[in-house]
């Protein structure tokens, strides 16, 4: 990098910044509704060329302690300062559109660029780092390595500590931070010492987190970066209800569960033995067949064996402790005596999870049976009342208890340990994009690829077809199945 002669006090930017107003004092309504005693706006030092150039000379010492072949500033404020940075210095530059354009090439990052280079992020502030991490999400879709940012002011918001994130991992350098910013125009008598208090406790007060929709599209990326096969999954799995799950997928070449939404124990045993081949899992209601018995369970189960496929009771316990093992062990159903796989809310909390571990470990002394649970973290259906934080509770949850948790039935990656397996319902290829009850259907690759699904789980898509012709019924299944196990394979290009 060039020597800068171009030396100014950066306390004297403070000062202009303030007399320009492009810092504000009084009562603001932010983007987010909240309400904030300060106002730091830059763009309009576009309008100030000697003001601009001697903020952009403060990130100069800090870009010599970084190591970058190219320069990105986030659009659009600090886009004038990136620029001015690489004219000035000579560093090549790269530009992220906000939005692809509609026309021509559709990038979405212009100027000329080789997969690894390493970029360094222009920004002028930071609160949550949300918007470096967006930048920096593009930039490492197209193969390009990001390792440092450097902002004019870090508001002290957390935004630095949220981008340290093991998943992240991108160092910020900030030229000021905002408490000296605060501390410098008191001591000068630009505000009051009353004033400053309040700013400065309103921003300790208000800390910023990344949101959690750009968290999912951060796991997304991260997984599809660091993509692993079934086989190599099934090796890092704990449990091995989880480890069996990923050794079928891998040697049946099928992400595939059935659904097998029937009311008459004839028509599953019907499924089971037509779809046994193509499925590593058959999902059952229970409470939905007219003529259940303990022979239908048993038949099932033979199935199941001769086909090597998981049998999964969608069940979604949701009550207390003491409620759910009765549930699961006893009861018409007695689930615990044919099914490998179950599913739970955590509404209730932890007690439920608890009652469920005591029964598996209860009935695997019995007959040495491998036995797991899913954790929901999402629902499909349309104006669904899941909480936002719900996924982040889900995984939690997991990491406590990797021994039998095998995963999650999720609409979104829930987190990028390799070992959890992703099951997304919802699935169906055609024309319905719901099932005018609230069911949202998607396709299997949409679900893969952009859901973060490891197993699709499909109802209705082929059940349809059980009173068709064998052939039709095959070949509408094996769609199923290649298309699902295809979108996953594909990841790892
Ligand atoms: O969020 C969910 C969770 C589940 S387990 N949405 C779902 O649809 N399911 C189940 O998946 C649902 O109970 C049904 O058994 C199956 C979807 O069936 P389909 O006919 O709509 O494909």
């Given at each position: ?79 004038t300062m990136a620029t001015y940075l690489s004219t000035k210095f000579r560093h090549p530059m790269v530009m992220r559109r906000k939005e692809t354009k509609q026309h021509g090439t559709k990038q979405i990052l212009e100027g000329v660029y080789q997969r690894g280079n390493r970029v360094l992020i222009i920004e002028d502030l930071i609160s949550s780092g949300s918007s470096i991490l967006e930048t920096a999400l593009t930039l490492r879709q197209a193969g390009l390595i990001v390792t440092d940012a450097i902002v004019f002011i870090d508001r002290e918001q957390g935004g630095i500590r949220n981008l340290q994130h093991s998943d992240i991992d991108i160092k910020v350098h900030s030229c ?318």
């Amino acid at each position: 990098m060039a020597n800068d002669h171009h030396s100014v006090d950066i306390f004297s930017v403070i000062r202009r910044l303030y007399e320009y107003n492009a810092l504000k004092f009084g009562q603001f309504k932010l983007k987010s509704g909240i309400e904030s005693p300060v106002y730091i706006d830059l763009r309009t030092i576009i309008s100030q060329p000697d003001l601009m150039i001697d903020l952009c000379h403060q990130y100069v010492p800090l870009m010599k302690q970084c190591r970058f072949d190219l320069i990105c500033g986030v659009p659009y404020t600090a886009l004038t300062m990136a620029t001015y940075l690489s004219t000035k210095f000579r560093h090549p530059m790269v530009m992220r559109r906000k939005e692809t354009k509609q026309h021509g090439t559709k990038q979405i990052l212009e100027g000329v660029y080789q997969r690894g280079n390493r970029v360094l992020i222009i920004e002028d502030l930071i609160s949550s780092g949300s918007s470096i991490l967006e930048t920096a999400l593009t930039l490492r879709q197209a193969g390009l390595i990001v390792t440092d940012a450097i902002v004019f002011i870090d508001r002290e918001q957390g935004g630095i500590r949220n981008l340290q994130h093991s998943d992240i991992d991108i160092k910020v350098h900030s030229c000021i931070h905002f408490s000296e910013m605060i501390t410098y125009l008191k001591d000068e008598g630009h505000i009051t010492g009353e004033k400053s208090s309040e700013v400065l406790e309103w921003i300790q007060s208000n800390y910023c987190a990344i949101p959690a929709t750009l968290h999912n599209q951060l796991a997304l990326t991260t997984c599809s970066s660091s993509w692993k096969s079934y086989e190599d999954r099934a090796r890092l799995c704990q449990n091995p209800l989880g480890k069996r799950l990923f050794e079928l997928m891998a040697m049946k070449r099928s992400n595939l569960c059935v659904s097998a939404d029937l009311t008459d124990c004839q028509s599953i045993l019907k499924l089971a033995e037509l779809a046994g081949p193509h499925i590593v899992m058959l999902k059952t209601h229970v409470d939905i067949i007219d003529d259940f018995s303990m022979d239908f369970a048993r038949r099932l189960r033979d199935l199941a064996k001769n086909h090597n496929f998981i049998l999964f009771e969608d069940r979604k316990f949701a009550d207390i402790g003491s409620t759910v093992q009765k549930q699961y062990a006893g009861g018409l159903f007695r689930l615990s005596e044919w099914t490998d796989l179950i599913n739970a809310h955590l509404l209730p909390g932890p007690g439920l999870i608890e009652a469920l571990r005591q029964e598996f470990m209860a009935r695997s002394f019995k007959d040495s049976q491998q036995r797991g649970c899913l954790l929901i973290s999402h629902l499909s259906s349309q104006g669904n009342l899941v909480p936002v934080d719900y996924a982040q509770e889900a995984y939690k949850m997991a990491i406590k208890n990797p021994d039998f948790i095998v995963g999650f039935i999720s609409q979104t990656k829930v987190c990028t340990d390799p070992a959890f397996i992703h099951m997304t319902p919802g699935v169906r290829i055609g024309n319905e994009k719901n099932d005018k009850l609230g069911q949202q259907y998607t396709t299997p690759e949409d679900a893969v690829q952009n859901k973060g699904a490891d197993l699709i789980i499909v109802g209705r898509g082929i059940i349809s077809k059980l009173d068709s012709s064998c052939e039709e019924f095959e070949t509408n299944i094996i769609l199923y199945k290649q298309r699902g196990y295809n979108a996953y394979i594909n990841l790892c290009q």
